[in-house]
C-alpha cells in the first residue's frame, strides 16, 4: 500500500460513512414524511428512527424544509419519475412501466401524493417542486402526444396539451384511489384505458 | 304574546345563537385545515380565529376529529358533490355545473385536495370518509355510464367501471393541477375532453 493508497482509504473511509448515515436519515425521513405528512412529521421522530440527537441529525440536513428537498430528489431516483426522455421507449411503454414499478413502492406513492396535495397550502416548501414538476411532465408528454399526432396515431380532435395534463392528472388521481382501496382501483388498467381512447392502433406495416 | 310565544323566543334565541357560533367555527377550522391541513392545523389556530378559549371550543366539538368530521360534511353541503342522483341531470351536465361551480370555491377545493391525501397516512381520521366516499362515487358514476352504454351512446371497448373509476381520477388530479397553476390549467375543459373520449353524440331526432 503506497502513501497515496492509505491517502485514498482514510478518505474514503469516513466518506463513506457519512455517505451511509446520509442515507439512513433519508429512508427514515422518506417514512416520517410519507406517515405524518411534511407539516405532522417532526425532525424528532426523523432522529428518534436512526438514534441520532436532532442537533447530529442537523449535521447532515442543516433544516426540516432541506430534508424535504432530499428526501424529494432521492424519491426522483427511485422512480424515474417516467419522463419519457429515452427515446427508444415510447410514452405509452414508458408510463406502465413506471405504474407497474409503483405497485411494488406503496410507500414511495404515498410519500408522493401526501407531499405534492399539502405543497398547495401555504408557503409549503415543496410548492415550487411540484409546480416545476406538473409543468415538467406536461411539456414532456404534450410533446409525444405531438409526435403521435404526426404520425396519424392521436385520435382525430383529441388536443395534445389537454391530453398530457390529462394523463398526469388521471394518474395521480388514480394513484390516491388505490392506496385508499387497493383491490378495487387498478392504476395501470386505468393508464391502458386512457391510451387506448386517445391513441389509435399501429396500421399494419405493409 | 302568549305565554307560548315568549316560550318558544326563548328557546329559539339560544339555539340560534349556537348554531351561529358553531357556523363560525366551522369556517375557521376550514380555513386552518385547508391552509395547514388536519395534522398541522391545531385546535388553538381555530379558537384563536373565533377568539373563544379552547375549552369553549370543546363545547361545540368534543374533539378535533368531530371537528374534522363536521368540516367534511359542511363542505359535502356547499359543492353538492356532483352525485348525479337528480335524475332530471345528465352526468356531464352535473358534473361540469359542479366543476364550474368549484372555480368559485378555491378554498374549499383546497381543503377537499389536502385532506384527501393525508387521508392515506396512519391512522387518519378521514380515512374512511374517503374511502367511503370514493366508493360511493365510482358507483355511482358508473350506473350512469352503464344507462349511457345501454342507449349506445358509449364507445365501444369503454367500461363503465373503469370510466367512472377514470373520471374521479382526472378531476381530483385536474384540481390539484388547477391550485398550483391557476392560469395554465382548465379542470372543466379537462373533463370536457375527457367526456368527448368516452360519450359518443346523440344521434339526431327523426
Redesign the interface.
Known sequence: MTTKDVGRAARRGPYAKSEERRRTILDAAHEVF????Y??GSLQGVADKVGLSQTSLLHYFPSKRDLLMAVLERRDEITGDAFPDDMEEGLVDSVIRTALFNENIPGVV?LY??L???????SHPG?VY??ER??RL?KSYALRFAELAAQGRL?P???PD??A??L???????Q??W???PD??DVV??LR??F???ILPEPPST
Open positions: 410519507a406517515a405524518h405528512g407539516r405532522g404515498e401524493i401526501v405534492c396535495a399539502e405543497s398547495v397550502t401555504d410548492r411540484f409546480t406538473f409543468e406536461r385520435r380532435g383529441v388536443d389537454l391530453a395534463m390529462s398526469v392528472a388521471l394518474w395521480d388521481g388514480l390516491t384511489q392506496l385508499l382501496a378495487e382501483v388498467k386505468g384505458g386512457y387506448n381512447l386517445v
